[in-house]
């Protein structure tokens, strides 16, 4: 054979044009650099499936520049 184990598929080799694709930009400053942050959520011991309080990470981006947290309506308002 190729190389292949018997019953796995060939990568999938997808080709695309990142500098034809639309830059999301910060509509607070303009800015084109994101970092990844997170968020901590608290969950109540009443919502908790164990019954004790905990903390929930989610993760966000946020500009690099002036802290705006990366939202839908922020990357759907650029597509328009």
Known sequence: MDGMNI??????TLKVDVDAMP???CLE??????QRGLILK???????????GE???VEVLYCKNCGAVLSQ??????QK
């Open 42 to 52: 608290w969950m109540s011991p009443l919502q908790s499936p164990s019954g004790r």
């Open 55 to 57: 903390i929930l990470p």
């Open 73 to 78: 309506s922020m990357i759907e308002e650029q």
């Open 23 to 25: 830059t999301i930009k």
């Open 29 to 34: 400053c303009s800015s084109m650099i994101w």
């Open 7 to 12: 019953g796995q598929k060939p990568a999938m």
